[in-house]
């Protein structure tokens, strides 16, 4: 029964994000002396797992209505409109317009090698 347990633990770890990196984003918008409790932190790392299922969920059924496999950025951004989150959907857009133009600069003209995507 306890390797059940674990096997359960296990897998709900494996849909949350890691815990340490939601307390750094939690610390960012705190001032420098604020402590964060453990239970602040899992409370947090639950809700924003549940986020990103949800909203990726829905960006999922857009794409699957159009006979599509892959869920790409402006799915995403989509989803969040479609569910209410129109600002956080315009800043995703702007967002990742911004890296675009950035990816396809010329990097040499700077003096810099442009990295290969993976």
Not at 32 to 45: C, R, V, Y
Not at 64 to 79: F, H, L, Q, Y
């Amino acid at each position: 029964m306890a390797q059940n347990d674990e096997g359960s633990n296990s897998k709900e770890q494996d849909r949350l994000l890691p815990i340490a990196n939601v307390g750094r984003i939690m610390k960012q918008t705190l001032p420098p002396n604020a402590k964060i409790s453990k239970e602040a932190k899992e409370t947090m790392q639950e809700c924003v797992s549940e986020f990103i299922g949800f909203v990726t969920g829905e960006a999922s059924e857009k794409c699957r209505k159009e006979r599509r496999k892959t869920v790409n950025g402006d799915d995403v951004c989509w989803a969040l409109g479609t569910l209410g989150f129109d600002d956080y959907g315009g800043t995703m857009k702007r967002m990742k317009s911004l890296g675009d133009a950035l990816n396809s600069c010329d990097w040499n003209h700077f003096g810099a090698r442009k990295t290969p995507q993976s």
